[in-house]
């Protein structure tokens, strides 16, 4: 389509920023870039109709992970590294609060669970013997004891008979989330492109030639926000990951309030009203599931029905509404990659699978390596 000479001089001509990318990270780096600079033309570049990768597709999880994942993450990385991880998910988490408020984002702080189904003696022992240590980790962070060992009250079927219950985790309503944060980025001038994929960049002295399907411009600074679909930029440093959500029908009468995570966060569900939404299951097939397409498989599916139908809602009926997916970055560390690639070019991605609570920080944080 050829550009009317308004809308180049309206939209592609002085731009300062701009940001690949309209996701948790792209947004709130967006944001902050307005802080620092009032008076610049900043531009978010979407490629969805809506944003298209993880950010509206998660499971609305506030949470900085599970026991059996941190002591998990304790095996690869170190005490330090794990910590400052977990206490830049916190922070991120308390960002993402005060930027948008809890109400906007529909915070519900009912705690987080993780439970151990029976055959996994071995990851439960671990974690109950190795609960005290983690606390003893996390209190300089917290204050205060996070993981507690409980009595399962919700009727679970086929788990170890205690879980444990963390009182600092929530849960938000995503899409609330989202449309509060584009909400906030127009109100504050910036402007965003949907349905625009970037297809290359061309670096010169001042600045970067950006180019997208049918159209090139030209930009000071250029931020990627593009997380799971970050493989070529960072040389194979992020990989993409695709994770398969299902929510069921209203369930009358349902008892089950909360987030909870099994088996390392392979598998995670919460309660959306009296609904349940679980997802999880990428460990069924770790290559199938490496890919940036979005899609179900009847092995994932069926997997987390057998397990809803089994574990979790053992005495009640319920009907699968709606199923989907989304793509998420991962690597072999866990810390998101946010850096300098060169003279203009910035990226802040891999945001792994929480990248709720870290993604304003992320953003925060990109923004402010220009
Ligand atoms: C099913 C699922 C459940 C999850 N559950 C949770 C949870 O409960 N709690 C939690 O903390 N985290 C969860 N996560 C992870 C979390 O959603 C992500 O870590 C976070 O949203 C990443 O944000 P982002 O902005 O970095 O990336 P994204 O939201 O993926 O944004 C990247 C954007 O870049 C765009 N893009 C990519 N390439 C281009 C291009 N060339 N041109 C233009 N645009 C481009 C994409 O379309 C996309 O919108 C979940 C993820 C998934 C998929």
């Known amino acids: 389509m050829k550009l009317s000479w308004w809308e180049i001089n309206s939209w592609f001509t002085n731009v300062d920023y701009t940001i690949v990318g309209s996701g948790i990270v792209g947004l709130h780096a967006a944001l902050r870039l307005r802080e620092r600079f009032p008076q610049s033309k900043i531009l978010v570049i979407e490629k969805g109709p809506l944003p298209q990768g993880a950010s509206t597709k998660n499971a609305g999880f506030a949470c900085f992970g599970s026991l059996s994942e941190i002591i998990d993450d304790l095996n690869y990385h170190t005490e330090e590294e794990v910590v400052s991880l977990i206490q830049k998910r916190w922070e991120g988490l308390q960002?993402?609060?005060?930027?948008?408020?809890?109400?906007?984002?529909?915070?519900?702080?009912?705690?987080?669970?993780?439970?151990?189904?029976?055959?996994?003696?071995?990851?439960?022992?671990?974690?109950?013997?190795?609960?005290?240590?983690?606390?003893?980790?996390?209190?300089?962070?917290?204050?205060?004891?996070?993981?507690?060992?409980?009595?399962?009250?919700?009727?679970?079927?086929?788990?170890?008979?205690?879980?444990?219950?963390?009182?600092?985790?929530?849960?938000?309503?995503?899409?609330?989330?989202?449309?509060?944060?584009?909400?906030?980025?127009?109100?504050?001038?910036?402007?965003?492109?949907?349905?625009?994929?970037?297809?290359?960049?061309?670096?010169?002295?001042?600045?970067?030639?950006?180019?997208?399907?049918?159209?090139?411009?030209?930009?000071?600074?250029?931020?990627?926000?593009?997380?799971?679909?970050?493989?070529?930029?960072?040389?194979?440093?992020?990989?993409?990951?695709?994770?398969?959500?299902?929510?069921?029908?209203?369930?009358?009468?349902?008892?089950?309030?909360?987030?909870?995570?099994?088996?390392?966060?392979?598998?995670?569900?919460?309660?959306?009203?009296?609904?349940?939404?679980?997802?999880?299951?990428?460990?069924?097939?770790?290559?199938?599931?490496?890919?940036?397409?979005?899609?179900?498989?009847?092995?994932?599916?069926?997997?987390?029905?057998?397990?809803?139908?089994?574990?979790?809602?053992p005495h009640t009926d319920f009907t699968v509404a709606h199923r989907w997916s989304g793509i998420m970055g991962l690597g072999s560390q866990k810390h998101p990659v946010v850096e300098q690639l060169s003279a203009h070019v910035y990226c802040g991605v891999r945001l792994g699978g929480m990248g709720v609570a870290i993604g304003s920080k992320i953003g925060q944080e990109l923004a402010d390596l220009v």
Do not use: W
Request: hydrophobic share 40%; with cysteine; proline share 3%.
């Open 95 to 313: 960002l993402l609060r005060k930027r948008l408020g809890d109400t906007a984002i529909d915070l519900k702080p009912y705690g987080g669970y993780e439970i151990f189904l029976d055959d996994d003696t071995a990851g439960y022992d671990n974690c109950l013997r190795r609960l005290p240590f983690v606390n003893d980790v996390l209190r300089p962070l917290f204050k205060a004891d996070v993981f507690a060992r409980e009595t399962d009250r919700f009727g679970f079927a086929g788990t170890k008979e205690s879980l444990i219950f963390n009182p600092f985790e929530g849960q938000i309503d995503t899409g609330a989330m989202m449309q509060a944060l584009l909400k906030q980025a127009v109100a504050n001038d910036i402007l965003i492109l949907n349905s625009q994929t970037v297809t290359a960049c061309h670096e010169k002295a001042d600045g970067v030639e950006i180019a997208l399907d049918d159209f090139s411009f030209f930009t000071k600074k250029l931020l990627f926000a593009t997380n799971g679909f970050a493989g070529g930029l960072t040389k194979g440093a992020v990989k993409p990951a695709r994770a398969q959500v299902l929510i069921t029908d209203p369930i009358p009468d349902l008892d089950i309030k909360g987030t909870f995570h099994i088996d390392r966060g392979y598998y995670y569900f919460r309660n959306v009203g009296n609904r349940i939404l679980f997802g999880g299951g990428r460990n069924l097939n770790f290559d199938g599931e490496t890919t940036t397409e979005f899609g179900e498989t009847q092995l994932i599916q069926n997997r987390l029905e057998q397990l809803l139908r089994e574990v979790i809602l």
